[in-house]
């Protein structure tokens, strides 16, 4: 009896260890990620593919306002809207100082000679961007609310910081883009209906042509992430565009109307220059500490472009706060 048993237990000793070892593999590509992963892993440097980066979402969110017509339409009008305002503007000034007319007698100091006239005429259109800038920085997010598409760009990266910052990076890019090729347009308008008008700029200006050419389209990006900023806040097209419209248009109109009716009220004159469109003309102007500055505080041209980051900044902080904590509906 004792040697059956023994004879039974090396035939089970044979069968257990001739049965394959199915937990454990032993070559191919189940075999190659246990050896990789079991060892140092941090030796392998390879990055997964399902891995969420910050350049991927910024293709997709290019991508996906390159997909939409009123992207295209918008970023048109911006680029448009300031050769178009600097042809007026450098047609109204050649009407005003006659230089349209054959008139021998016609006063010599309507005959505007001065660079910041032609530096005015250059900028002036990116007033009228600068609202189109914002409404388009709105929609970039407010339309997938709108259109029930935020539930499928949240499912796909869930990192609501980073989708923002995503859709803010693709929109700083072509809001640029477009703001400095209109401008450059602009400047090549004036140089052709302005000739010689390109005079010496006043001492309080050295580089109003860098601040201008450079600054402006950088000021029109700050706008736009406003508006994106504002329409985080509010989740909504009407509520966003309200919001921008109220920031830059209707408050700076209530401050310049009760600075009329109040007498005496310096602070309401001071409220009105650190308003966002006040301090877009202050740094286009290149406005220095001038006689011509006014009474009271006036910043200066850097100082317009920080409170306008300020002012930005604040817009995009509030933003980010209600959407990463806000439910989607």
């Known amino acids: 009896m004792s040697a059956d048993n023994g004879r039974r237990a090396r035939r089970s000793r044979r069968e257990v260890a001739a049965e394959p070892d199915y937990a454990t593999p032993r070559h ?4 190659t990620r246990l050896r990789r992963t079991s060892g140092l892993p941090f030796l392998d440097s390879r990055r997964p593919s399902g891995q969420l980066t910050l350049s991927g979402a910024v293709r997709g969110e290019l991508r996906k306002m390159f997909s939409l017509q009123s992207t295209w339409v918008l970023l048109l009008i911006i680029t448009l809207l300031q050769p178009l305002s600097t042809g007026l503007m ?15 007698d016609f006063p010599a100091h309507l005959v505007f000679a001065s660079g910041d006239v032609f530096w005015l005429a250059v900028a002036s259109g990116l007033f009228p961007a600068m609202i189109m800038a914002g409404i388009l920085g709105v929609l970039v997010l407010t339309r997938e609310f709108s259109g029930d598409t935020i539930e499928s760009t949240l499912m796909a990266n869930p990192r609501r910081g980073m989708v923002l910052m995503a859709k803010g990076l693709a929109l700083t890019l072509l809001t640029w883009l477009a703001a400095q090729v209109g401008l450059l347009i602009s400047w090549i308008l004036a140089t052709l209906l302005l000739p010689g008008k390109s005079g010496a700029l006043p001492a309080y200006q050295p580089g109003l042509a860098l601040i201008d050419l450079l600054g402006g389209p950088l000021l029109l990006v700050l706008f736009a992430l406003m508006g994106l900023g ?15 419209l109220g920031l830059t248009v209707v408050l ?15 602070w309401l004159q001071t409220l009105f ?8 003309g202050t740094f286009l102007s290149g406005l220095g500490w001038a006689p011509e500055a006014g009474i009271g505080w006036w910043p200066t041209w850097w100082q317009a472009g920080l409170i306008l980051t300020v002012w930005t900044a604040l817009c995009c902080a ?12």
């Open 318 to 329: 509030l933003g980010t706060l209600v959407f990463r904590r806000a439910d989607i509906v």
């Open 28 to 31: 191919g590509s189940d075999f």
């Open 90 to 104: 450098a047609r109204a000034t050649r009407v005003l100082a006659g230089l349209d007319r054959q008139i021998d």
């Open 230 to 244: 504002l329409g985080a806040l509010s989740r909504s097209k009407a509520g966003g565009i309200g919001l921008f």
């Open 273 to 280: 220059r650190l308003t966002p469109a006040s301090l877009l």
């Open 252 to 266: 700076p109109l209530i401050l310049y109307l009760l600075r009329g009716l109040i007498p005496h009220a310096g």
